[in-house]
């Protein structure tokens, strides 16, 4: 039996989704959430197998609750199911630690479907999705491979802000402030802070521009 977390802020999309679950004999509803700080405390309580997590909520967004559920609970599955697919929160979520992505359109026996891969260490990805991450792959390595907000933390890297200075200028997590230099790291071939913020003097444009005579 798989058992699935249902979070999201709507009240009506939680409740189709619970009795879209209901009708597989091989999934188990063990609770919902409309809320990402909730999620999290009921993903550590529960443990689900699976968690079907939406983007946009209140106290923590899907990308914040997500790092925090697979950090610990890293047996737990979570599945993006949002009405978003534009390549920042593609790239967002499934740095945050997603197993899979798939958009609110999905055909309910493809949703199932996904929840049934995920569990058995498989990849759901919405078809956009899928396009998005082969498009970024096929791309050199550049400041057009970094999200608003990958270019804001490294901004503040090459500033020499600490990931906990950064979090709480850009009122982040830590853990998602991680998840964004990590892809910092892959688009710019660097190997640690250090490099990336050389990468970013060269590329982005200079935060503190220094003048023959500042000496």
């Not at 699935?4 to 091989?26: F, K, N, S």
């Not at 790291?185 to 590329?203: I, M, P």
Request: charged content about 25%; aromatic content about 2%; glycine content about 10%.
């Amino acid at each position: 039996m798989i058992r699935v977390l249902v979070v999201d802020d709507h009240a009506i999309v939680r409740q189709g989704l619970e009795q879209l679950l209901g009708t597989a004999a091989d999934v188990e509803l063990v609770g919902s959430a409309g809320d990402g700080g909730r999620a999290v405390e009921l993903a550590v309580e529960l443990r689900p197998d699976v968690v079907l997590m939406d983007l946009a909520m209140p106290v923590l967004d899907g990308v914040q609750a997500t790092a925090q559920i697979t950090a610990e609970l890293p047996g737990t599955r979570v599945i993006i199911l949002t009405s978003y697919g534009d390549e920042s929160r593609i790239v967002a979520a499934l740095d945050a630690g997603a197993q899979g992505y798939l958009l609110k359109h999905t055909d309910p026996d493809a949703l199932l479907d996904g929840v049934r891969a995920a569990h058995n260490g498989g990849a759901p990805l919405d078809p956009r999705a899928g396009r998005v991450l082969l498009d970024r792959r096929n791309r050199a390595p550049g400041v057009r491979d970094l999200t608003q907000r990958e270019t804001e933390v490294l901004e503040l890297v090459a500033e020499g802000l600490a990931n906990k200075q950064i979090a709480r200028r850009l009122g982040i997590s830590e853990r998602t402030v991680k998840a964004h230099l990590t892809n910092v790291f892959q688009a710019t071939g660097a190997q640690d802070r250090v490099q990336a913020a050389l990468w970013a003097r060269d590329h982005l444009h200079p935060i503190h521009p220094i003048h023959p005579t500042d000496g």
